[in-house]
């Protein structure tokens, strides 16, 4: 019975779920307070070890 119900009622707005959490992913990324962290992140994998290290980033302690 529970299955039945998921695949009727539930399985047609399985899209609109996602396409709801994307946008949300992207009002998140695109939001003006977010920006310097974001741009921090974009920056890591062009980041030396030795950088890292320098900086203090608790995983390398």
Same mark, same amino acid.
């Given at each position: 019975m529970p299955s039945a119900f998921i695949d009727?009622?539930?399985?047609?707005?399985?899209?609109?779920? %996602?396409?709801g959490i994307f946008l949300a992913i992207i009002v998140a990324v695109y939001w003006p307070g977010?920006?310097?962290?974001?741009?921090e992140?974009?920056?890591?994998? %062009?980041?030396?070890?030795?950088?890292e290290r320098q900086e203090g980033a608790p995983w390398h302690r």
């Amino acid at each position: 019975m529970p299955s039945a119900f998921i695949d009727e009622v539930l399985r047609p707005f399985w899209g609109l779920w %996602l396409m709801g959490i994307f946008l949300a992913i992207i009002v998140a990324v695109y939001w003006p307070g977010n920006r310097g962290r974001m741009e921090e992140h974009g920056s890591i994998p %062009l980041r030396d070890d030795d950088d890292e290290r320098q900086e203090g980033a608790p995983w390398h302690r």
